[in-house]
């Protein structure tokens, strides 16, 4: 972010080997190399209380892929992770189905407290752009909603606060939930927006599963070549699927362009955060200037770029794997690190915090 770093968090260990990190098994190998002390911490803190996180990072700077990774890591079955953003698709079908819609209908009178009245949320629900923010003390009672349906359970919160009014709500957000006395954490995630926007701009859906990669960052096994328009395009790999030719989604070409504005309000949004006394916050960062990454992590953990050539000869695309250099916010030469290194400073830092807890 613009002035302001995050500190660096060294990965990097004696007796390193490469894993391939993009393997599930190698990576759960990786994952216990680098942080098993803090993976059973945190397993033994489950076993008797749970926690609650609020993920504040730009758009498309891999919220998900973080909480899913370390779920993964540490019990997939102790840790939700819910976005706002799907919470709200979630009530638009209901609406849709008179038996669903008479139950939200009951559930917010008996539990909504706020500026509108039911049927005036009703109708903003119905009848809104997607543009327009839904009213907070609407949002807060269907958060506590979902939470309830959760049971006791670990919960990355994603999407919430989504503006500076909602900051102050989450720092009492705790309180209001009234059935829970657990830890809650911020999480705030730094990543540059060239990193964004490339994730964005090469960013590749399989139209049958909706695995998402990307053709420069992120390829998958199998690379087709087009001759006619001379282009190469991944061919998803997912072993659910038919093996489907991946495509763009519309308007991604634009990269970050449409959502600068978005990108704004969301830095201004983890600066205010970051300087919020007495909440416990972890600091997970995305990228590493090139000049220190040597101290700090190794080969492996950085993302690297992909191009392909065509090799006429063995009639076979080639897959040329190259170091990627992209400039932070701040302007500085840097590496984009993987997502296992950034989870595994997440596990070090919230096994720290729940020491103290
Ligand atoms: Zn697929």
Redesign the pocket.
């Given at each position: 972010m613009k002035d302001l770093e995050f500190p660096i968090f060294k990965t990097k260990k004696e007796n390193d080997r490469p894993f391939n990190l993009s393997d599930p098994k190698e990576r759960e190998e990786y994952f216990l190399f680098k942080a098993s002390d803090e993976i059973g911490a945190i397993q033994r803190y489950l076993e008797e209380s749970a926690f609650i996180v609020y993920l504040l990072g730009k758009k498309s700077a891999g919220k998900g892929t973080y909480s899913k990774m370390l779920a993964e890591v540490i019990d997939p079955e102790k840790i939700d992770h819910f976005s706002i953003g799907d919470m709200i698709r979630e009530i638009d079908k209901e609406l849709k189905d008179e038996d669903k819609k008479r139950e939200l209908l009951s559930f917010l009178e008996k539990n909504y407290r706020g500026v509108n009245s039911i049927e005036e949320i009703m109708e903003i629900l119905q009848g809104r752009s997607t543009t327009k923010l839904l009213p907070t003390d609407f949002i807060l009672t269907m958060v506590k909603r979902e939470i309830s349906k959760r049971g006791r359970k670990v919960i990355f919160i994603d999407g919430f606060p989504r503006n500076m009014d909602q900051i102050s709500y989450s720092l009492f957000f705790r309180d209001l939930i009234d059935y829970r006395d657990d830890a809650d954490f911020f999480v705030l995630i730094d990543v540059p927006e060239q990193v964004i926007d490339e994730r964005v701009k090469w960013r590749k859906i399989?139209p049958?599963?909706n695995?998402s990669r990307n053709l420069k960052l992120l390829p998958t096994s199998k690379i087709d070549y087009n001759k006619e328009k001379d282009e190469f395009n991944l061919i998803?790999d997912?072993k659910d699927?038919v093996g489907?030719k991946m495509v763009r989604k519309e308007g991604d070409e634009a990269g970050i362009d449409p959502i600068r504005g978005r990108l704004e309000t969301d830095e201004k949004l983890i600066k205010q955060a970051f300087n919020l006394y007495g909440i416990p916050k972890i600091l997970l960062r995305n990228s590493v200037p090139v000049e220190e990454a040597d101290k700090y992590v190794s080969k492996y953990e950085l993302t690297p770029e992909y191009n392909y050539k065509w090799n006429e000869e063995k009639g076979e695309v080639d897959i040329i794997e190259t170091p990627w250099v992209i400039k932070d916010d701040n302007g500085v030469e840097s590496y984009s690190l993987m997502a296992p290194p950034v989870v595994v400073s997440f596990i070090k830092q919230l096994a720290e915090l729940l020491k103290s807890n």
């Open positions: 399989c049958k599963c695995t998803c997912n699927c489907e």
